[in-house]
Structures are given as C-alpha cells and as structure tokens.
C-alpha cells in the first residue's frame, strides 16, 4: 500500500503546478529568478552557463501537467519564456 502511494505522490509531483498554461501565465519578462521561484517553486531542472560579455545565462525548468515550461534568465532577469512537450530519452 505504501508504494502505491508514493508512486502517486511522485507521478503527480510535477501536475501541482497546473498546466503549461498556468504556469507561462505567472512568469513575466523581466522578473528576476527569486520572483520566478517565489510565483512557482524550486524548478525541476536547471542549468547555469558564464556568458562572456552578457554574464550569467541560466535555464530554469518547470515540469507542466502537459508538458515542460523552460525559463532563460540572463543577467538575473526572465528573457524567455517557453512551453513544450517532454522529449522522451528512450526513444518512446
């Protein structure tokens, strides 16, 4: 019973923040990475690269109902927003 139970909890982990929808719907050009995180939560991926001449670029990903809502933030503010579905790794 236990395991049915935490395999629901991780199945529907990324299903509380809504649809991709809701979430592009609560991030903004130009917020900063705390007001991002503060509007949806820790993301469920990120990557951080030094950007000669432009500074930090990092990419925050929020896991949808429906699929993946990547965030760019360049120097410390949302440049771009966008919605997708999940590339599978295994070839299905």
């Known amino acids: 019973m236990m395991a049915v139970v935490m395999v629901g909890a991780l199945t529907l982990a990324g299903c509380g923040r809504g649809s991709k929808q809701d979430v592009v719907n609560k991030v903004k050009t130009g917020m900063t990475k705390e007001e991002v995180e503060k509007a949806l939560g820790n993301p469920d991926g990120y990557d951080a690269v030094e950007v000669p001449l432009l500074g930090k670029n990092e990419t925050l990903k929020y ?12 120097s410390g503010k949302v440049l771009a927003i966008a919605s997708g579905e999940e590339k599978k790794t295994d070839g299905k």
């Not at 896991?63 to 360049?74: F, H, K, L």
Request: cysteine-free; charged content about 10%; overall charge negative.
């Open 63 to 74: 896991n949808a109902s429906d699929g993946v809502v990547v965030i760019n933030i360049q």
